[in-house]
């Protein structure tokens, strides 16, 4: 079956060693955690995204609801989903 360990996923996020996923499986950041606000917003990307059919917003509203903004642009790990 398909995983987060072995499926193609939207803007290069990928497992980390460490725990949580990355942009780029990277395992030297620090774990994302999502204000209120950030859940708000990255719920609302989420269901924008699969409206219209966009993988990149659908898995950039899962980064942020998980690890808030810093997980979506580079800067941190989100929880793995």
């Not at 990277?26 to 993988?55: C, H, R, W, Y």
């Not at 980064?63 to 793995?80: D, S, T, Y």
């Amino acid at each position: 079956g398909q995983s987060a360990f072995n499926s193609e996923r939207p803007l290069d996020v990928q497992p980390t060693q460490t725990g949580g996923v990355a942009r780029g499986g990277q395992d030297d950041l620090p774990m994302g955690k999502a204000s209120f606000l950030d859940k708000v917003i990255g719920k609302a990307e989420k269901v924008i995204g699969k409206a219209t059919q966009n993988a990149d917003r659908h898995e950039a509203g899962e980064l942020r609801e998980a690890g808030g903004k810093k997980a979506v642009i580079g800067e941190a790990r989100a929880p793995h989903d």
